[in-house]
C-alpha cells in the first residue's frame, strides 16, 4: 500500500515536472516570468521588512507562474477537444 502512493507520488512529481518543461519551451510569456521571477523572488526577499511581507511578495511572483500554467493547461485542453474556430473556445482562450 505505501509502495503504491510512493510510487504514485514520484510518477505526479516528474508528470509535473515533464509539464513545466512542456510550457517552458511552447510558452513564451511562460518563459519571460520565469526569467523576471530570477530577479524579482530576490528582490521580494531583500525588500520585504517582515516575514509576512517576504512572504507575500515572493508569494504573488509563484501565484503568476500557477496561474500561467493552469491556463498553457486549459488552453491545450480547448486545443486537444477541436481545431475548429468556435466562440466558446475562443472565451475558454
Known amino acids: 500500500m505505501i509502495g503504491r502512493s510512493v510510487k504514485r507520488l514520484y510518477n505526479a512529481f516528474f508528470y509535473s515536472v515533464d509539464g513545466i518543461c512542456a510550457c ?3 510558452e513564451q510569456a511562460f518563459r519571460l516570468e520565469i526569467y523576471f521571477s530570477l530577479i ?3 528582490l521580494g526577499l531583500w525588500l ?3 516575514t509576512s511581507q517576504k512572504i507575500l511578495l515572493v508569494g504573488s511572483v509563484f501565484t503568476v507562474l500557477i496561474v500561467e500554467l493552469v491556463n498553457s493547461a486549459i488552453e491545450r485542453v480547448v486545443d486537444r477537444i477541436s481545431s475548429e ?4 473556445s475562443k472565451e475558454a482562450k
Open 24 to 26: 517552458m519551451k511552447s
Open 48 to 50: 520585504g521588512d517582515t
Open 40 to 42: 524579482l523572488v530576490p
Open 85 to 88: 474556430r468556435h466562440e466558446l
